[in-house]
């Protein structure tokens, strides 16, 4: 009931305002997409699409902040007060569930629903979903692999057309004395980890995602949470990712991996690019390029196939946009496959299409890209919960720094605060 | 205003006391026209700027007070009830308010103690230069608080940092320093950056409230106690200081209210990491990054409280003289 007096007073308001904005400005209607920051990929998409409508209508991007969860802050209080200046938003993967339940996105319809589902890899379809329903339009579709030194594989004697564990990895750094490049810095990157350790021990952070935040319970207080604890803060403790480890994010492992002491590293696929720019433009030698290699994500248990991170983007339709039927349009044009090929190309964010990676320029500029659609296969998304924010925050405030973390007391200890602060007991 | 009398009422007095009271009557009248008009004029100029506080201040801090008694969240408007004092309730009640309070305490005592004493030496430096290189050492002087807090804090951030940072290789030598320290791990040496940038970034502000303290204080008192042989200490100590107390009170009071609701330094360099969060990050995290409006808005209100409380125990115990700084007495 509430939601169609809501959707009518919208519907009311936006076609004055339509009526309003028809009569000062003649052009087509200017869709705003706000987007993350990226190389000028999605502004390349905006145009092309732009022509492509033929004057149906007109793409304009702006720019959101450059931390994920600054994105959803802006975005979030923007669509709180209504704002219908948002027609499509780039919109991180486990933010979802909260813009649904806010009632912030529109409503995919069916037949665009059945359109953009279709040859799409699993982990994206999973992270664009809620409650059984496409809410959003899957884009890009990112996840983790591992990075490794072919020399320093080898010198451990370790088979990497073979899945290897964090325990090898462990014992590698402890033998060569070299660092691992992991993120455990208070951030979103180190609920990405979390998650991954709990997902491919077998667990789940959040049992029951679509409980209301009263109900909500945690499976940190298990073996599988005991076993992500003890893989964390045996790399903590024993110093094997440096010094630099509490305040290390994706770039800072990245300039561990690129150093004299890097040996193994789950990162995101846009080191490739990274590390292919910083040789070209003379920083780094090609010797490093030639060392490193690729395979799919970490196991925790030996033969228990991993659940590597998903992450990437899904375009959402503001639910106060004046043209949900055109912006619909739009992200039907923006998430074409050939448009997800070239993006892969030029910014590194792979597709979440599945054929997009048959597109030769594909393979050629990304020789890793099959692992890259087997992890996204593989991946687990982070807690799918309207309430994501409070788990995370709550996740990287008890299991940080990694050198802290008891495999015995932190499990139990971070699911009691997490689930007192969605009691509103607690201060996050 | 106050210039304004009750008509008398029959009395008992006699003729003459009657006249003398009629004629101060009229004095005062008289004065009161001219107090009237000055004071109308007063609330000419001042009033527009009065309206803009009303509504930029007081209108806020109104709402704040209110959406503390709700639970609201901005993702589920619907569910937003009135819940009377339970935010406070939570709040008040948890170890985490009382730790950040903590925290916050400690950066204003040790930034503004700091400050003080650096300010004051710059304050003399800048009083006594030749007047050549006045202009020049003001300068100087000033230049770290026009730097935006965000960049000077972004500098000093990488100044430390781990992987981009100079400091760990330019002071080796310092024991304890070395290539492995992670600043940013360890609450110490997190909070000891915070402080250092804001020492750095703030001290001229205060330095220069002390120089116009400073530059109130007679000449003649020094040179008189110079003449009777006064060392420079005792003439700092007995002369200088107590004749600009007014001075040095403002500038503690103004930097300690600034200091207590430091945010970007911590917000930039740590994020609240290392239990380095302050009050003002605690805040903008419950009603920003949560959309916890209602317990947000606690938050808010019990900062506004704590910064009432430091003015007035500033003002009413240290008697502070906010008119006397500006040299009105």
Redesign the interface.
Known sequence: MRRRRWMAGGMAAAAVLTMAACGADDGPPTLTWYINPDDGGQAAIARSCTEDAGGEYRIEISLLPRDASEQRQQLARRLAARDASIDLMSLDPPFIPEFVEGEFLAEVPDDVAERVSEDVVAGALAGATWNDRLVAVPFWANTQLLWYRTSVAEAAGLDMEQPVTWDQLIQAAQDQDVLLGVQGTRAESLTVWINALVESAGGHVVENPEAEAADVTLGLDSDAGREAARIMSEIGAQGLAGAGLPTADESASLSLFQGDRGSFMVNWPFVWTATGAAVEAGTLDTELLDDIGWAVYPQVTEGQESRPPYGGINLGIGAYSRHVDLAYAAAECIVSPENQAEYFTTNGNPPSSISAYDDPAVQEAFPMADVIRQSLEQAAPRPQTPYYNEVSTGLQGTWHPPSAVDPDSTPAQSSEFITAVLRGERLL | MSAQVAPAKGSGASEAAAEEEARKRRNRAQKSDRTRAESRLGWYLAGPAFVVMLAVTAYPIAQAIFDSLF?FR?????ERAFIGLTNYV??LS?V??WRVLGVTLLITVVAVAVEVVLGFALALVMHRAITQLRGLLRTAILVPYGIITVVSAFAWFYAF???SGFVNTWFAWVPGVDE???W??NMGTSLFVIIASEIWKTTPFISLLLLAGLAQVPTELEEAAEVDGATWWQRLNRVVIPNMKAAIMVAVLFRALDAFRIFDNVFIM?????NTEVLSL?AY??S????EIG?GSA?SVLLFVCVILICFIAIKLFKVDLAGARGEK
Do not use: Q
């Open positions: 639970r901005l993702s589920a408007p619907d939570v709040v948890d985490v308010f940092d781990i992987s492995n320290l992670n940013f791990a740590t994020g609240g990491a290392n605690l995290r419950t920003i990054a949560r959309l317990l938050i």
